[in-house]
């Protein structure tokens, strides 16, 4: 029986429970009421009862009869998304989940790792059927099996309110698979965000995912990353990009694409006017695969993020990325950390942002590669130009036998600033904050602190200020916490205490 007809069934069986202790309890007013009548009769004559109480007792009696009388089909809409959902537990033989009880009038409930299986997943899916509150849920790792992916794919054909869904190592397989991305395929629910990850998805099930994400206007975000898709699956999803208008943050992490599966999504990447963000990381793409990259990189303008590490890409992969990188003038975020570079390859790539006036790149990630003094030479000549740049690199080479070059600590720096000048660390912020809205994007923020003359800090410094600023890689400096701090000194001089707190 299909999710939707069992819903009425379900329903119903509520109904029953509740009008039948609704009629338990009328029965035990009813008792008592004669109870007392008859009590009131042996020790009272008809004579001594006062009109109040008769009046009570025509009301009791009228109150009973409406109760009576009612139509059960109107308790449908006094049915609760709790009393539905117990009543599921119920027929189903599964433990109700507490948590999800208290939150259903949230707009998000996380249920990730409750051992809900297929039938409690079920259960949870005829509770949303027509809840209009939630809109945000995660059930990673329930072991639903495919079973329970079909209960979740037909509740989302009638849900209209959930718009962001986690499912993620769920063991949905290829029938699992199938009834997503045929929900998908129909248009039929309103997510926009839907993570799939780690859920045995093979080559089998690339088809089904191909040809639902080529029409689909809805899904946004798409996390496809820990499955089994290879060469072939990597060929039908690149030609999906081709045609998907909609499709802004794609994950294919940890899958095998290998040079064929990459150079088609290389191929769909050149006429894709959406996807933002695309993560390629293990999947063994190799030097042609980033050749395939640094040609749509010539013509995408729409790609601002771009992860490709742990990728088997060398010098000679990195210089054909480079061909993509001295003329795009969108992409902003490069990951390459974990690839056999060295500091060949680190040359190459801030060379093709130096060579390139529309380069738009902020941060490129080579954390594993040891360079040499005359990169960094390199590397403080394009910033001077572009101070918005970061590039994380590794060691440098001759720093670790000899004693690193000491830098004073930036938030000093400021401090010692802020005192001549008897500002405040808020006013310091707000200068920088041409928006005025108390958050600062990093690159804004480099910037900034790379142009402004007042204050002596170079890039080092200013790349360990951004770090204490943004500890969880934000990408934001916010410094609304400061706004009610009045003195000059008392707050910089806090930072600095807990910045000596913090050092080794």
Partial sequence: MKLEQEVPAVLNSACREKYKLKEENNCSKVTSTDQNEETSNISESPESVSPADTSAEKATQGSDTDLEAEDPEKAFAGITGAELYLEACRLLEVVPVSHFIQNLAKPY?????????????????????????????????????????????????????????????????????????????????????????????????????????????????????????????????????????????????????????TVALGTGLRGNGALKILNLSWNGIGNEGALALGEALKVNNVLVHLDISNNQINNEGVKKLCRGLEVNGRLKILKMANNPL????????????????????????????????????????????????????????????????????????????LKEHNLRLWDFFRNIDKDGNMKIPVAAFRRAMMQQSSIPLDRVQIGELVHKLDRNRTGVVDYSHLKEQKPAQKPVEGEIEKEKNEEP
Avoid at 167 to 174: E, K, R
Avoid at 195 to 217: C, D, R, V
Wanted: net charge negative; charged share 20%.
């Fill in 109 to 261: 409930i996380n249920l990730n790792h409750h051992g809900l299986g297929p039938k409690g997943v079920k259960a949870i899916a005829i509770a949303l059927v027509s809840n209009a509150t939630i809109t945000h849920l995660e059930l990673e790792d329930n072991c639903i099996l495919a079973e329970g992916a079909i209960c979740i794919a037909e509740m989302l054909r009638e849900n209209s309110s959930l718009q962001e869904l986690n499912i993620s190592n769920n063991h949905l397989d290829t029938a699992g698979a199938e009834a997503i991305a045929s929900l998908l395929l129909d248009n039929l629910s309103y997510l926009h965000a839907l993570q799939l990850s780690g859920n045995n998805f093979g080559e089998e099930t690339a088809p089904y995912f191909a040809e639902a994400l080529t029409g689909n206007y809805r899904v946004k975000e798409l996390d496809l990353s820990h499955n089994e898709f290879y060469e072939k699956g990597g060929q039908l999803l690149g030609q999906m990009l081709a045609s998907n208008t909609t499709l802004e943050i794609l994950d294919l992490s940890w899958n095998h694409l290998r040079r064929k599966g």
């Fill in 342 to 417: 060295t500091v060949e390859g680190a040359t190459a790539l801030v060379t093709s942002v130096r060579k390139n006036p529309k380069s738009m790149m902020e941060e490129i990630n080579i954390s594993n590669v040891l360079v040499n003094e005359t990169f960094i030479k390199l590397l403080d000549l394009v910033c001077q130009t572009r101070p918005e740049l970061d590039v994380i690199y590794g060691e440098v080479e001759g720093c670790i036998a000899k004693i690193p070059k000491q830098h004073p600590n930036p938030m000093k720096v400021i401090q010692n600033y």
